[in-house]
């Protein structure tokens, strides 16, 4: 009796300890909530009031009444409409070719042994620590040499071989998708292509969502090598558009503002489509792990 009321005594206090700790981990986790949606916050807070109000000491923080006007306002000044269905050409058909490309090459690296593959996956991660910056001269002067310069199609080849996206997949892909199984297909006649199609990729879906997220946010938001390649007006991206919002002596920023806005609500539903294929797939493989 006095192990068991020992016992009965310690597990309340243990529960005592870990209480505070727990507390300690959930302030965190709030704040870190508070701070990461702030930013997005603070730009609602300006597409919906006016510049003076922005500029008032202390600021405004209260959402206005002013959005429909700041939008009527950037409808007018630039081609929001035609650069975003520019912009979400680029980016789906950016999304779905790294994908298809970066899932290949990973698999390959992962999977198959061939003369210098350590050479190769070692000058990717080498790439990887490289600024893009350093693309942008070499790119366009192949653009140049092959009559792409102007056009749209020359913002997709430059952002399909994703350095990033090969070595996540490879890593994915070496831990996620058993030997056996790869083994198994090999015995049964199936081919290099039918084992990528047909076994890897239902594998490392969450893997794909991830990496679709990323590629889309990284296409969408690409400012630099649009403005330096597209020099045809109509084949102006969104960012390059937007950056006309910005350009006088006075800026409006609530305008400014409401543009931005505008243009992050496509960037919110791409992550809350894919976001629940990776969520509901790493939770699928939790379940199974268990």
């Not at 206005?64 to 929001?80: A, Q």
Request: glycine share 6%; net charge positive; proline share 6%.
């Amino acid at each position: 009796m006095t192990a068991v009321d020992d016992t009965t005594h310690r597990a309340p206090r243990a529960r005592r300890l870990r209480r505070p700790k727990g507390l300690t981990a959930h302030i965190v986790l709030m704040l870190s909530v508070v701070i990461s949606i702030f930013p997005f916050l603070w730009t609602i807070v300006m597409a919906t009031n006016t510049t003076q109000d922005i500029y008032k000491s202390p600021p405004k923080l209260t959402f206005g009444s002013h959005l429909l006007e700041n939008i009527r306002h950037v409808l007018h000044t630039i081609d929001f409409f035609g650069s975003m269905f520019n912009t979400i050409i680029v980016a789906c058909a950016t999304t779905v070719l790294v994908l298809f490309v970066d899932s290949l090459a990973a698999f390959t690296f992962a999977k198959f042994d061939f003369p210098g593959r350590k050479v190769l996956f070692g000058l990717l991660l080498l790439f990887m620590m490289l600024p893009l910056q350093l693309a942008i001269l070499p790119q366009f002067i192949l653009m140049s040499k092959i009559g792409w310069v102007g056009m749209l199609k020359a913002l997709i080849p430059p952002a399909l071989a994703n350095a990033f996206g090969i070595f996540w997949l490879r890593q994915y892909i070496e831990n996620g998708v058993p030997d056996e199984l790869l083994d198994a297909a090999r015995i049964d006649g199936a081919g290099f292509f039918r084992q990528y199609w047909n076994i890897a990729l239902p594998m490392i879906r969450p893997a794909l969502s991830f990496l679709a997220i990323y590629a889309f946010v990284g296409a969408w938001n690409d400012y630099v090598w649009p403005l330096v390649v597209l020099t045809n007006p109509a084949h102006v991206t969104l960012q390059v558009e937007l950056a006309q919002l910005n350009v006088g002596h006075t800026t409006d920023y609530s305008m400014v503002m409401a543009g931005v806005l505008m243009a992050a609500l496509p960037l919110v539903v791409v992550f809350a489509v894919f976001a629940r294929g990776f969520i509901a797939g790493a939770t699928e493989g939790a379940v199974q792990g268990t």
